[in-house]
Nanobody, 123 residues
């Protein structure tokens, strides 16, 4: 499956953004999705994951309550909703897909990756 992220931009602290992930390929409906981010000079960080049916999701503890994730298999789309953004949320956000339908927080478990979309949060 191929993945393309969009929606990243410059936003002020306290603002909101919705990132989109468009998927192509026949296997998307059977694949769990994940969102990861990488800040400048830092390693990749898990953000959120959602199972293939969209009825089970998990958000990293540092973002819980501010971020949420969803998907629509008919549209082959996934979304990351980000609220009350902070400067430390700045980074490149990637969506990824597993070869199985179960959620996972480890980047190594995801086989397909998009190229990322830049989110910049100003103070």
């Amino acid at each position: 499956v191929q993945l393309v992220e969009s929606g990243g931009r410059l936003v002020q602290a306290g603002g909101s953004l919705t990132l989109s992930c468009a998927a192509s390929g026949l296997t998307f409906n059977n694949q769990a999705m994940g969102w990861f981010r990488q800040a400048p000079g830092k390693s990749s960080e898990f953000v959120a994951t959602i199972n293939r049916l969209g009825d089970s999701s998990f958000v990293a503890s540092s973002m819980r309550g501010r971020f949420a994730v969803s998907r629509d298999n008919a549209k082959k789309m996934g979304w990351l909703y980000m609220n009350n953004l902070k400067p430390e949320d700045t980074g490149i956000y990637y969506c990824a897909a597993r070869r199985t339908g179960v959620v996972d927080t480890q980047a190594s478990e995801y086989a397909d990756w998009g190229r990322g979309t830049q989110v910049t949060v100003s103070a």
